[in-house]
């Protein structure tokens, strides 16, 4: 049996079920984006990593050195800024064939170093290897929280409303943009998907600001898609979730590139993936009061639906749904759309 | 200029200039193996990571995915231990083709959590990626430690005994063993050569009682080579070494095999790399209680030389030594001998 027939997420089941061994240390282990561990001090230790592969997660000619340095600490950074967290320490491992340019290299690093400065972490250390052909980069963020802010993807509660920051789907026609050079856009529409796409901006200061205002229930970033992500705040908190067709948020770039390149933009802004939006739920009395506490960032956020008791059930759309049915859908590293 | 033009430690060299902004939580960052950091707790945060690149770091025919597993963690193990640390977390980030058989990717988790287990940590996260082709494992070990029993490469003094237990030299033997096969040698050399490589036994247990006896003023674990492990040493330090040729440790496997292939074997136990021994420095008069304390664990010890305050010249030989001069010697990932 090969990884592709069984997927991403059953190969991490698979995984998770050969590890008995735990510790007391461990808060969150295995399935989770970032590990949440005790160490001797009051405040809990996150570890996340993420990978990007040249010709996977990103095209060489496509993004700058610079740009891809930001989003690869970006990304993580988007993972800690979804428990309330605080980047602290950034590990760098960078496989790369030894033709590299020492100045792609050196730029890489000046994007990565802007991009963690920006959360407040610094790089302390990584390794350097070979690899044959291709670029391999894998970011391991360190983050610290106290334990009373952290915010689980585990807890959302039926009747709680769900809110998405941003507008899902624009880094997807972002990538639309640099797969296809025939589609026409206006230049203000094209710059903005791009940057979405290219240099993403984790939501670290709304994700503390959520986080510790005690309403918020349960969070995830928006990595693998908004259905994909939603259903991992669903299975984690043992629940099902409702999305009226009506209250999703489709942005007019992203609305453009998709006419323009004959797609379904609610698609896109369901399950394009890549958007590092944060994705959460609280009780549906604080709609108010959560927007509020986000308005002053100048971050939109939009109430998309409410958690139901139908544990794994995800409808979408008014009664027939157009996604009804249940199960992960987004971004699966090797099965592609698993509905 | 490529990579290659300047060598994995050049290229350190110059990504850590890039890198301003550091922090006052940072006790050892860039340039050391493993991450010293400052928590909210008395225990110092230990981070350490390395990569596995199959056809750089391994040969997929050559080792069983349990061992490579096991071998992917116990490198890690062996940089904590060279500071007398203790592990606590593993994150593994695994880059696969789609392709790769499910069975093949389990039993890697296997031996990663075996090796884990007897190191007492365990395995709480991580990535799965695709990749085009081949196989790159990036495992982040998360160590801790008391700040009174740390043990740094930088604290070697003139006059200082080095000391390196085991015998290195002998990984490089079983590589060569992989790497041809018409070299004929008894059965027990080749089992026991080929272990070396394949499945290295971190020196846990024995960086933890080097560093709480307060005896060792530096240390490190020999992955580049005994000289190039003891050339960081010296730089960290600000020193020099001396290594009479006549008291370099040569095993009777070692050289058995370094005989059949024609090599010169001093060279394999200073150059080999990937030994996962460790390479200390003490006081010389402190030299028999080094070696009783050590005595309990089973594995030899030997003194090969002393430090010297002749900053960066490392002699091997009699006065005119056969590798007599400076510099970083061993195992580059890109340049290979920078001597």
């Known amino acids: ?52 592969a040249e010709g996977i997660h990103f095209i060489r000619d496509a993004i700058t050195p610079r740009q891809l340095g930001r989003k690869a600490v970006a990304i993580n950074v988007s993972d800690v800024a979804a428990m309330g967290g605080n980047p602290s320490w950034i590990l760098v491992s960078l496989a790369i064939s030894e033709s590299t340019d020492v100045a792609f290299i050196e730029d890489l690093y000046r994007g990565m170093s802007e991009q963690a400065a920006l959360a407040g972490a610094c790089i302390v250390g990584g390794n350097l290897s070979r690899l044959g052909s291709g670029l391999v980069i894998d970011i391991t963020l360190l983050g610290q929280i106290s334990p009373e802010h952290l915010v689980l993807r585990s807890g959302a509660q039926a009747g709680d409303s769900i809110f998405v920051t941003g507008y899902p789907g624009e880094s997807r026609a972002g990538l639309e943009l640099i797969l296809r050079s025939d589609i026409e856009i206006g230049e203000s529409f094209r710059k903005r998907v791009l940057e979405r796409h290219l240099t993403p901006q984790p939501r670290l200061r709304e994700g503390r600001i959520l986080a510790r205002s005690g309403l918020v229930h349960a969070m995830i970033d928006v990595s693998d898609g908004v259905l994909a992500d939603l259903a991992h705040i669903c299975e984690a908190s043992g629940k099902g979730a ?37 994705l959460f739920t609280a009780d549906s009395g ?11 960032t100048g971050l939109p956020c ?29 971004w699966d590293h090797f099965g592609g759309d698993k509905g």
Chains 1, 2 share one sequence.
């Open 242 to 278: 409702y999305i009226p067709a009506a209250s999703i948020p489709v942005s007019e770039a992203a609305a453009e590139v998709c006419r323009a390149a004959g797609h379904d933009v609610l698609d896109w802004v369901l399950r394009g993936g890549e958007d590092y939006e944060l």
């Open 1 to 52: 049996m090969q990884v592709k027939e069984i997927g991403e997420f059953g190969l991490i089941d698979r995984i998770a079920r050969l590890l008995p061994f735990s510790s007391p240390s461990v808060v969150v282990g295995i399935g989770d984006d970032v590990a949440v561990l005790k160490t001797s001090g009051p405040e809990y230790l996150l570890a996340t990593c993420d990978i990007q």
């Open 302 to 330: 939009h109430r998309i639906g409410y958690i139901t008791d139908r544990a794994g059930v995800i409808q979408v759309g008014e009664g027939n749904g157009i996604f009804g049915g249940s199960g992960k859908r987004g």
């Open 286 to 296: 604080a709609a108010t009061e959560v927007k509020n506490l986000l308005a002053e």
